[in-house]
């Protein structure tokens, strides 16, 4: 089954540590995205990614770091830099530019702080 | 002022009944508009995508777009307790990689 698969599912953080959330899909999508969510809040974007290599700061990047060495892969690093990273955390992918798909998420990973 | 303007409710409604959930926006350009369904802990669920003004219906679920009056709507016929989840709605810009979202409505359908 296509779909977009993030890890671990709950995660915690100790102070002073950087910690990474995984996010993998088979869609074949060019675009991927990393959003937070907090209670009663809609979805903030964290960093997003429109072809390999290549990501963008979105809305509150500050504290958080992406890579996207392969298509199928954008891991989300929370650093210590990140004071609040209590939240649940989504990964997304779309088609590329040009054909206007809807963007389909994964079933996201809770960050505590310990 | 937020691009996306959706009201975050709660809205409690009895099973079988109409539910209405709805969006305003500020930027003409959107023009694709998403409906997703997230249950607690889980990932938005892709509902409903449209383009055009109007309506689009899947099953119970119908979709309706006003471009003039910047305004979306969901609608649920025959509510039923499995649809208890928060709504957000979502929008795009033609060729434009970035999506917009409202805040989300949660919806309890008591049965």
């Known amino acids: 089954d296509g779909g977009i698969t993030q890890s671990p599912k709950y995660l915690f953080r100790k102070e002073g540590q950087n910690v990474t959330l995984s996010c993998e899909q088979n869609l074949n999508h060019d675009a991927m995205y990393w959003y937070r969510q907090d209670p009663g809040q809609g979805l903030r974007l964290i960093y997003y990614s429109q072809i390999v290599n290549d990501f963008q700061k979105g809305d509150i990047a500050e504290g958080y770091s992406v890579s996207r060495e392969k298509k199928e892969s954008f891991p989300l690093t929370v650093t210590s830099a990140q004071k609040n990273p209590t939240a649940f955390y989504l990964c997304a992918s779309s088609t590329g530019t040009g054909s206007n798909q809807p963007q ?7 960050l505590s702080i310990l | 002022q937020k691009e996306v303007e959706q009201d975050p409710g709660p809205l409690s409604v009895p099973e079988g ?13 959107f023009q694709y508009f998403m409906w997703y369904r997230q249950y607690s802990r889980k990932g938005p669920e892709l509902l409903m995508y449209t383009y055009s003004s109007g309506n689009k219906e899947d099953g119970r679920f119908t979709a309706q777009v006003d471009k003039s009056s910047k305004y979306i709507s969901l609608f649920i016929r025959d509510s039923q307790p499995s649809d208890s989840a928060t709504y957000l709605c979502a929008m795009r810009i033609y060729n434009f990689n970035k999506f917009y979202f409202g805040s989300g409505t949660k919806l309890n359908v008591k049965p």
């Open chain 1, 104 to 110: 389909h998420f994964g079933d996201g990973t809770r």
């Open chain 2, 17 to 29: 009944a109409i539910v209405s959930l709805n969006c305003t926006y500020s930027n003409s350009a």
